[in-house]
């Protein structure tokens, strides 16, 4: 149903700052966080026209991982709950939307605030 993350380069260049002020290596334990902080807003994700040109993508098994259907399972019950839609499209949609959002909460909260929301350091995962 989904084969890769499309990120914008503004979201590219979050996960940049973000990494450099969590010292969390790799992008895909970023997004996971953000995904499931948007998530936990119960407002629709804002539908909007995303660019992705100078962007980057993450393979769905890497931004996954173990807990792949865990995730689309989320996502499904998201894309139902907003749009009243399952599709492969919507479902895909809803993940953009979502880790756009979430990434763009991270990065604008304050150095110990975000300390506190992130994964330390040893449990952040060994995928790139």
């Not at 997004?31 to 994700?45: E, F, K």
């Not at 909007?48 to 499904?76: C, M, P, R, S, V």
């Not at 880790?99 to 449990?123: D, I």
Request: proline share 3%; net charge positive.
């Amino acid at each position: 149903m989904i084969d890769r993350l499309r990120l914008t380069a503004g979201a590219k260049q979050q996960l940049i700052t973000l990494k450099r002020r969590t010292g969390i290596e790799h992008y895909n334990v970023l997004c996971r966080h953000a995904l499931c902080l948007s998530l936990a807003n119960p407002a629709p994700a804002p539908d909007e026209h995303l660019q992705f040109a100078n962007g980057l993508e993450i393979d769905w098994k890497t931004f996954a991982g173990d807990a792949d259907a865990t995730y689309l399972n989320l996502l499904i019950m998201r894309s139902l709950a907003d749009d009243g839609d399952a599709s492969a499209a919507a479902v895909r949609r809803s993940l953009t939307q979502h880790v756009h959002r979430g990434l763009s909460y991270l990065v604008s909260r304050q150095e110990s605030m975000l300390a506190s929301s992130m994964p330390n350091k040893q449990s952040s995962g060994n995928a790139k």
